[in-house]
C-alpha cells in the first residue's frame, strides 16, 4: 500500500495543483474507505496463516451480501430477489472453485468474515465518496490512510519491514502495481458509475480468474467442481446485473 501510494503521488499532486484541493467532507470518506479497507486486509491475512487459504478466502467473498445490507439499510434501496438469488449462486460457486473445506479453524474462519464486513463498508463508503471525489483522488486518499493503518498493525505485531531478499521486495513492487494501483483503481473507478450491490458480486470472479491463471502459468487441472463453480458465478454474476437492470 505504501509503494502505491508513493507510485500514485506525483498524478495526484499534479491533479490538485490544476485543480482545487477536494472538501474535507469527501476527504474523510476518502480516508474511512482506506481504514476499512486496512482493515479487511489484516483480517484476511491473519485469517489465512491461521486457516489456510481456502476458508478464510471463501468467507472474505460473502461481502456483497453485506453489501446488499448495508444498502437495504443505509442508502434505503430496496434490492430484489434476483439480487439475492444471484448472489448466492454465485457464492455457492466460489466455494466450488476455492474447493471448500470444513475443518478450518474457527478464528481463521471468524476472520474471514469479519473481512467480509469491513470489504462490504469499504465498497460503500467509496460509492459515496465518488460521488465528490474523482478516482485518482479517492485513490491516493485511500491508499495513504490504508498505509498508515497497516504500518500501525505491522508495528504492532511485531512484524518487520526490513531483511528480505530482493526477490520479496520485487513482489511488493508488483503487487503494488498490480493489485493496488491497477486493482483497485480500476473498482473505484466502476463505483463512480455503478452502484456497489452491482460491483460487488462481479468481484466474485475472482476465484475464477485464478483458477484459469493456476491452470495456464503452475499447469494445475481443473477438477469438475471448479468448472462448475466457475460457471455458477458467471451465472450468479449475470442474474445480479439483470435484477439491478444493468447491461450483460
Do not use: C
Request: aromatic share 12%; charged share 5%; glycine share 12%.
Amino acid at each position: 500500500m505504501a509503494i502505491a501510494t508513493v507510485l500514485v503521488a506525483t498524478p495526484f499532486a499534479i491533479r490538485i495543483i490544476k485543480g482545487s484541493w477536494p472538501p474535507w467532507s469527501a476527504i474523510r470518506l476518502a480516508f474511512l474507505g482506506g481504514i476499512l479497507f486496512a482493515a479487511d486486509i489484516a483480517a484476511w491475512a491473519t485469517g489465512v496463516v491461521l486457516s489456510g487459504a481456502t476458508n478464510p478466502t471463501l468467507l472474505a467473498n460473502t461481502a456483497p451480501l453485506w453489501v446488499g445490507l448495508g444498502t437495504l439499510i443505509f442508502f434505503r434501496k430496496r434490492l430484489g430477489s434476483g439480487f439475492w438469488i444471484g448472489t448466492v449462486i454465485a457464492l455457492l460457486g466460489a466455494g466450488l472453485v476455492l474447493g471448500l473445506e470444513r475443518d478450518g479453524q474457527t478464528i481463521g474462519l471468524l476472520l474471514g468474515l469479519l473481512a467480509a464486513v469491513f470489504y462490504a463498508g469499504y465498497f460503500l463508503v467509496t460509492q459515496l465518496a465518488r460521488e465528490k471525489l474523482d478516482s485518482l483522488n479517492y485513490f491516493w486518499l485511500a491508499a495513504m490512510s490504508s498505509a498508515a493503518v497497516l504500518l500501525v498493525f505491522s508495528w504492532g505485531l511485531g512484524q518487520p519491514l526490513t531483511g528480505y531478499p530482493p526477490s520479496t521486495y520485487l513482489t511488493f513492487v508488483a503487487m503494488a502495481v498490480i493489485t493496488q494501483i491497477l486493482g483497485y483503481f480500476s473498482i473505484i473507478f466502476a463505483l463512480g458509475h455503478l452502484p456497489a450491490s452491482i460491483v460487488a458480486p462481479f468481484l466474485l470472479g475472482q476465484p475464477v480468474i485464478t483458477a484459469i491463471l493456476a491452470g495456464f502459468l503452475l499447469g494445475e487441472a481443473f477438477s469438475s467442481s471448479q468448472i462448475l463453480g466457475g460457471l455458477a458465478v458467471l451465472a450468479g454474476v449475470l442474474v445480479v446485473v439483470r435484477s439491478q437492470g444493468g447491461a450483460a
